[in-house]
Nanobody
Framework: QVLLVESGGGSVQAGGSLRLSCAAS????????MAWFRRAPEKEREGVAT????????YYADSVKGRFTISRDNTKNTLYLQMNGLQPDDTAMYYC??????????????????WGQGTQVTVSS
């Protein structure tokens, strides 16, 4: 069974940090580019960060650049998102996703076709 399971969400105050994790199973994790997305209430889904199969190339949305770091551990089949300097505008459901192949798709978000169930991040001012 193909599965992505996010964890690490929670409630923090502005300026705080959280580290999201995404455990993958049921497919060859190391052969897929990965991504983090988020959806806030009444807003469109946003591609937050993407990473290639080796972790050597990354992309960040302007809204998180310099504050968030995407990384992966292919030995543990796990994707991470370190979030520092959190702000109320970062409040959203965060999802990890796997691409449909091993090419790196920095902003081709429609190529990410395997999705987790999401983890909620709430930042209070």
């Amino acid at each position: 069974q193909v599965l992505l399971v996010e964890s690490g969400g929670g409630s923090v105050q502005a300026g705080g940090s959280l580290r999201l994790s995404c455990a993958a199973s049921g497919f060859i994790y190391s052969a897929r580019s990965m991504a983090w997305f988020r959806r806030a209430p009444e807003k469109e889904r946003e591609g937050v960060a993407t990473i290639d199969t080796y972790g050597g190339s990354t992309y960040y949305a302007d809204s998180v650049k310099g504050r968030f770091t995407i990384s992966r551990d292919n030995t543990k089949n796990t994707l991470y998102l370190q979030m520092n300097g959190l702000q109320p505008d970062d409040t959203a459901m965060y999802y990890c996703a796997a691409a449909d192949r091993d090419w790196f798709f920095p902003t081709n978000f429609d190529r990410y076709i395997i999705w987790g169930q999401g983890t909620q991040v709430t930042v209070s001012s």
